[in-house]
């Protein structure tokens, strides 16, 4: 089991900048794949950003490549989400999620809110 807690979503204006973390406990994150989703209202929940299990590489959205960059810290078992030039489309809740086993993300964090004002 892993324990997921993102933090850092907030109120922003279009083009401004956030920070998303996301701090796991309960297993090491350098052992996981981990990536970030979103869910808008009235929408599914969608893959925003990741790390491939193999090399750990990472990949993105097309709506948000060029925008939003994921990494890791490995040390403090958190990873964040670094999202520019934010627009009002790029409002939702944002999760944090692993896949422990390679079948799939299977945890998740509670979400946190990120609204882009226009």
């Known amino acids: 089991q892993v324990q997921l807690v993102e933090s850092g979503g907030g109120l922003v204006q279009a083009g401004g900048s956030l920070r998303l973390s996301c701090v796991a406990s309960?297993?090491?994150?350098?052992?996981?794949?981990m990536g970030w989703f979103r869910q808008a209202p009235g929408k599914e929940r969608a893959f925003v950003a990741g790390?491939?299990?193999?090399?750990?590489?990472?990949y993105y959205a097309d709506s948000v490549k060029g925008r939003f960059t994921i990494s890791r810290d490995n040390a403090k078992n958190t990873v964040y989400l670094q999202m520019n030039s934010l627009k009002p489309e790029d409002t939702a809740v944002y999760y944090c999620?692993?896949?422990?086993?390679?079948?799939?993300?299977?945890?998740w964090g509670q979400g946190t809110q990120v609204t882009v004002s226009s």
């Open positions: 999620a692993a896949d422990l086993y390679g079948t799939g993300y299977d945890s």
């Open positions: 309960g297993r090491t994150l350098s052992n996981l794949r």
């Open positions: 790390f491939r299990w193999s090399g750990g590489t990472s």
